[in-house]
């Protein structure tokens, strides 16, 4: 009986490292078809919790880029930080990242939401002037959407600010994991 359960530990093992290749391979094919470039102008550094912690955001992009494209640059910035599209396929996930794993009781978490409501629709969280959108679900932070005369007329570190600030209560406002609670 132990060795039926072993036998198909290993083959989940298998599966799993079949899988990992799959990714990326896809991520390759991902970076082929976006061309996306090594760095954009938005960079995002998370906290060691996975929390958005701060945002770089090149200077020059408003001689090159509209609004519009510089807000697809932050959703670019974010998918990169959240692990779903790495720097370089095979790199490992940022820590924080639910792909990067904290455990049998993250797993556990995991597990025991998948019946919670708040486990199946992503949130979108705005600033008080209604300029600033964040979506988020489970914790993660998946995209924004901004007013492009905000864009247009705020200074980058403003941006920059406001984009961590309401990141990161889009975050945890739907942490329903408890991610972020240690």
Same mark, same amino acid.
């Given at each position: 009986? $132990?060795?039926?359960?072993?036998?198909?530990?290993?083959?989940?093992?298998?599966?799993?490292?079949?899988?990992?290749? @799959?990714?990326? +391979?896809?991520?390759?094919?991902?970076?082929?078809? *976006?061309?996306?470039?090594?760095?954009?102008?938005?960079?995002?550094? @998370?906290?060691?919790?996975?929390?958005?912690?701060?945002?770089?955001?090149?200077?020059?992009?408003?001689? $090159? *880029?509209? =609004?519009?494209?510089?807000?697809?640059?932050?959703?670019?910035?974010?998918?990169?930080?959240?692990?779903?599209? !790495?720097?370089? %396929?095979?790199?490992?996930? =940022?820590?924080? $990242?639910?792909?990067?794993?904290?455990?049998?009781?993250?797993?556990?978490?995991?597990?025991?939401?998948?019946?919670? %409501?708040?486990?199946?629709?992503?949130?979108?969280?705005?600033?008080?002037?209604?300029? *600033? !959108?964040? !979506?988020?679900? *489970?914790?993660?932070?998946?995209?924004?959407?901004?007013? @492009?005369?905000?864009?247009?007329?705020? =200074?980058?570190?403003?941006?920059?600010?406001?984009?961590?600030?309401?990141?990161?209560? +889009? +975050?945890?406002? !739907?942490?329903?994991?408890?991610?972020?609670?240690?």
């Amino acid at each position: 009986m $132990s060795i039926d359960w072993q036998r198909e530990l290993e083959q989940l093992r298998e599966q799993g490292e079949q899988l990992q290749q @799959k990714v990326e +391979a896809t991520q390759r094919e991902i970076f082929e078809l *976006l061309e996306l470039p090594e760095v954009g102008t938005v960079v995002i550094e @998370k906290d060691e919790q996975g929390l958005i912690a701060d945002i770089t955001i090149d200077s020059s992009w408003r001689d $090159s *880029l509209s =609004p519009a494209e510089f807000e697809q640059e932050v959703n670019v910035a974010l998918l990169r930080s959240s692990g779903l599209l !790495t720097a370089a %396929p095979g790199d490992q996930p =940022p820590s924080g $990242s639910p792909q990067a794993g904290h455990g049998q009781s993250y797993l556990e978490r995991v597990m025991a939401s998948f019946n919670s %409501p708040a486990a199946r629709e992503p949130e979108e969280i705005s600033n008080d002037f209604n300029t *600033l !959108t964040v !979506t988020a679900m *489970l914790g993660n932070v998946s995209s924004i959407s901004a007013d @492009k005369r905000w864009i247009a007329q705020t =200074p980058d570190h403003l941006i920059a600010e406001e984009i961590v600030r309401i990141a990161r209560i +889009a +975050a945890l406002q !739907t942490d329903v994991f408890g991610r972020f609670t240690s």
